[in-house]
């Protein structure tokens, strides 16, 4: 029996040190939120590790019908992460990819991968809550704050910078070159969120009126890659 507890408690240790190994949270991070605000480019073929710090917010507020009501968040659930370069996977330090409010905690993208592109992530999020008499059924949100470049041989990189953003920053408008003609363009916040901006082309260059964006850094987006800009 006592060979039994003292084979539980080792296997119990063992689990909690794996869990502890796979990342740091950053304990300086005091706000709500993710942190770093942006993933550090990787490099084909050269593996890729980076660390996500979580702090969940406790109190937010919903709407029910024309109220506003506060509501108390008791955890978030990391459903998924859509969009990784394969090769890349994620592990979370909160047992089964639960966070709680107001704990640091992390997650870890690592791995390696061949391809070499701009890879915007979604944050595939499950948040549950409850007012003061009733719990809230579980929203589901994708969080799109992130975006993983995955750099390849020189001549990859030269075609990457045909594309040029300028000035940097910006009030007025944005001058871009080397976007082909025809590809698809959008403009987000940090969190891709759409602001529904449209670029005028003059010869063969873009030109991007920014004049009423809030001062900050901004998403432009070309087919499937994307380049910051910021706006003063």
Known sequence: MIRKILLSAVSIFSISLSQAQICTPDASLM???????ALPNGQANVNYEQTITVRLFKDTTATLGTATIPVKLDSMLLIGIV???????????????RFLPLVNTCVKISGTTSEIDSFPLGIVVRTYGKTSLLPLPPQTDTIRQFSI????????????????LFPQPASH?????????GLETWV?????????????????ALILPIEN????????????????????
């Open 31 to 37: 706000v709500t939120g993710l942190s770093p605000a």
């Open 83 to 97: 969009g990784l370069p394969t090769g890349l996977s994620y592990q979370c330090l909160a047992p089964n990819c």
């Open 149 to 164: 470049v995955v750099e390849g041989s020189s001549a990859v990189q030269n075609i990457e910078t045909q594309v040029q």
């Open 173 to 181: 408008s944005l001058n871009i070159t080397g976007v082909p003609i």
């Open 188 to 204: 987000s916040d940090m969190q891709g969120k759409n602001l529904k901006l449209s670029a005028v082309r003059e010869g063969k």
């Open 213 to 232: 964006l809030p001062a900050g850094m901004y998403l432009f987006h070309y087919g499937n890659r994307s380049a910051k800009f910021i706006k003063e």
